[in-house]
């Protein structure tokens, strides 16, 4: 029997994806062969950037009944298995019991992340014994530091050492990090070169892992650059994670102190926070049904093409889409075009036509963003279908697809590729992927509580103080520059992937041997792996490599929105692009054996 051999290299949710794909097909198709599969991945195998050994307080930002990794329904759901393995919700924490104390998990719980881990290693074994007799698994714990081309085939190299040759190489190594740059070199010069001076002086390029933090002194100062996800690990990280609480006093949430907190000054580029995510009032399957921004409606705007304006040709469509799921929350059903309110109220959220908001002082910049937060909070509780806001914002959440058909295939021009990069795609992370509401009221509880304040309004800026060893934040607002100082700093923003700043000894590899490059339009770099649609790697010459693929967060430029899970009962770009991959994979072996018996 002749024996094939892929190379997966990692084994984070992409690598599970792809193993269940593999599975299928060849169990759907009689194949012949024997195939041998070599999965690397130097953590727990399905579980990636979701560690079981992380910190409770750290939760998944996504209800549970919306994350499976089955969405045909031939498994169960997060949910499904979390209550299957015995969890129960014991107010905000989650225990595995054999008894019947506690509550039942809920769909529209958000469940810790490390819960997230142990569901997809569960998922890892309950696929594998799936494996028909000609599919043979290989595991390897390490890390791919290098890949070559060995005659017909690819050579991967395991931590620098050990070899394996393959057919076939599918790279699914998530999220990534980057490489030290001048800003983290000056930083921690500054550190260096002033830590005698103060004690407490740090940097975090990176809050992760949040263990990392517990160095930074209690009492002593930190902050924070950055609204969003990552930076409310960080906070969660200094206050729950340091024994405080919060509690319900009948009206809002309280925070009641450890005294091991540090104080904490939060500032960013737009001096905005994201918004809270609204109560699920969709179910697991429940979904806006588009009448504008539909598949149909942007294929006709984006075939054949390479010169789509998202600005000028999409985000209308987007628009009158927010503007209908916002009439339909106030009942108005049968209007033929969205109402001027609801215009209006997606014009707002996409901040079209929005002028500069403006304060007279740091106190009254302070003031307007608690008074933000509290105002989207009232519209946080009353749901995704009930708040005409919050169904006009999650649009985006459910049009993915259709967003992801205008991005994708180098349909835009590069001077709107770098815009939707640089623009729209933070501003709609900011509106619709924001934290679970709970997040955004303890936030304000840490505010009341002078726990963590407003340090800085839009165009904050962060340097080093040689005379007092500290950071210092510098804030222009009205006529007034503001200064904040703080002992810690730490950087709390997602970096995009960009191969040539990648940490990675096997992305640095891969540009060395000219085997992949990074994905450019119109001459513009908009980062991620450059990838065919079946998700080839495009080399340094710009051909297309035979032997080697790469799917998920990598290929974020060429693609849109590579991270979400499958969801049950929808359409999942995700399970989709590892059958397409699987598929490719299979057939290109099958051809160049054709190849190799014609040529003999």
Request: charged share 25%; aromatic share 6%; hydrophobic share 35%.
């Amino acid at each position: 029997m002749t024996e094939r051999r892929i190379v997966v290299v990692g084994c984070g949710p992409r690598g599970l994806s792809l193993l269940q794909a593999l599975a299928r097909h060849i169990t759907e198709n009689a194949q012949d062969a024997r195939w041998v599969i070599h999965v690397i991945d130097p953590g727990e195998l399905g579980q990636g950037s979701h560690p079981d050994h992380q910190p409770d307080y750290l939760l998944t930002n996504t209800v549970a009944g919306q994350v499976t990794m089955f969405p045909d329904d031939t498994g169960p759901s997060f949910t499904e298995w979390s209550r299957l393995s015995g969890y129960r919700r014991f107010d905000d924490r989650f225990f595995r019991t054999n008894g019947s104390e506690g509550e039942t998990v809920d769909d529209s719980d958000y469940l810790p992340r490390r819960l997230l881990g142990e569901y997809l290693t569960w998922v890892f074994d309950q696929v594998v014994a799936t494996f028909p007799g000609n599919l043979v698994l290989r595991l390897h714990r390490g890390s791919v530091t290098d890949i070559e081309g060995v005659r017909d085939r690819m050579a991967v190299v395991i931590d620098g050492s050990y070899r394996i040759e393959a057919d076939s190489v599918v790279l699914a190594t998530g999220h990534c990090a980057r490489k030290p740059n001048e800003r983290d070199l000056e930083h921690r010069r500054f550190v260096s070169a002033n830590a005698h001076m103060n004690s407490a002086l740090r940097y975090f390029p990176s809050p992760y892992p949040v263990t990392s933090l517990r160095s930074i002194p209690p009492s002593s100062s930190v902050a924070i650059q950055g609204f969003g996800l990552t930076a409310t690990d960080a906070i969660t990280a200094l206050t729950l994670g340091r024994g405080g609480r919060f509690e319900n006093d009948g009206r809002s949430k309280v925070y009641l102190p450890s005294r091991r907190e540090p104080r904490i000054l939060l500032f960013s580029r737009s001096g905005r926070p994201f918004a809270a995510r609204a109560m699920n009032q969709k179910g697991r399957n429940g979904a806006h049904s588009a009448r504008y921004l539909t598949r149909q409606a942007v294929l006709e705007i984006t075939s054949c093409r390479k010169d789509v304006d998202f600005d000028l040709e999409i985000i209308p469509l987007l628009r009158q889409e927010m503007a209908y799921a916002h009439d339909l929350a106030h009942g108005r059903t049968s209007q033929a075009e969205p109402t001027p309110e609801g215009l209006v109220c997606a014009d707002e959220l996409l901040e079209i036509h929005r002028s500069s908001r403006t304060s007279a002082d740091l106190a009254a910049w302070q003031r307007a963003i608690v008074d933000g937060i509290e105002d989207d909070l009232v519209h946080a509780e009353l749901g995704n279908l009930t708040s005409p806001v919050k169904a006009a914002a999650d649009v985006i959440r459910d049009c993915r697809g259709a967003l992801r058909l205008a991005v994708e295939g180098g349909t835009l021009h590069g001077d709107s590729h770098l815009r939707f990069r640089d623009h729209w795609v933070p501003l709609m992370n900011r509106i619709s992927f924001g934290p679970p509401r709970a997040r955004n009221h303890e936030l304000l509880a840490l505010i009341r509580a002078g726990v963590v304040a407003i340090g800085g309004g839009p165009g904050c800026t962060v340097t080093g103080d040689p005379h007092t060893g500290r950071w210092s934040l510098t804030s222009r607002i009205g006529n007034q520059t503001h200064v904040e100082s703080a002992d810690s700093l730490i950087s709390a923003k997602l970096d995009a992937f960009e191969p040539e700043n990648d940490s990675s000894r096997l992305t640095q590899a891969i540009l060395r041997r000219g085997l992949g490059r990074s994905f450019s339009n119109d001459g513009r770099v908009i980062g991620g792996f450059d990838v065919t649609p079946g998700g080839r790697l495009v080399d340094a010459d710009g051909r297309v490599e035979q032997r080697i693929w790469c799917l998920g967060y990598p290929t974020e430029g060429p693609r849109f929105y590579t991270h979400a899970l499958p969801r049950a009962g929808h359409r999942s770009d995700f399970i989709t692009d590892a059958r397409v991959c699987i598929a490719e994979v299979i057939e290109s072996r099958k051809e160049r054996e054709d190849a190799h018996d014609e040529a003999s």
